[in-house]
């Protein structure tokens, strides 16, 4: 079961792969600047996770407007995450968590995906400014994909 809304988010340092190599970034550096959405997904150049992940690329620019900054969070090498965003052109930052601490941290480890070991689940984060969740989701299967219109409603300021 996901962490819960009203819980301080664990935080993390996971590396990317940039055009200057490998750079870490660490979830508590956005707190009390900006909101951060998580996306937990199971693994790279696979079809629902390549789905997912072009989908949020072609709408970034709504969640930059809800001052939110977007991360896709798999256990694959920042090298195999790079190689399938330049595939298939997805410009969400992508973290790897290939020794599964942040998967582990906020406990959506999915065991034994299709036999070949342990992935994150599909998942997804709202991480307010001050640090705290405030909208988690973990999938039934790996083949759903998050609620999204919760997602931007969990980021859009209350009335």
């Known amino acids: 079961m996901p962490i819960l809304v009203g819980s301080k988010a664990p935080d ?11 750079k870490d970034v660490t979830l508590s550096h956005n707190f009390g600047k900006k909101q951060t959405v998580l996306l937990f997904f199971p693994l790279a150049f696979t079809g629902t996770c390549t789905q997912e992940m072009c989908d949020i690329t072609s709408g970034l620019g709504q969640y930059s407007g809800l001052n939110a900054e977007v991360y896709g969070i798999s256990v694959d090498s920042p090298f195999a995450q ?14 790897s968590d290939l020794n ?17 070991g342990d992935t994150s689940a599909r998942a997804a984060f709202v991480i307010g400014a001050d640090g705290v969740v405030k909208y988690s989701e973990q999938t039934a299967t790996p083949k759903d994909l998050p609620n999204f219109s919760a997602v931007k409603a969990a980021l859009t300021p209350k009335a």
């Open 12 to 22: 993390f340092t996971l590396k990317t792969k940039t055009a200057d190599g490998l």
């Open 100 to 116: 599964r601490v942040a998967t582990k941290a906020y406990d959506v480890l999915f065991p034994m995906l299709a036999g070949v």
């Open 82 to 95: 790079e190689a399938w965003a330049t595939q298939h052109k997805i410009k969400v930052t992508l973290l």
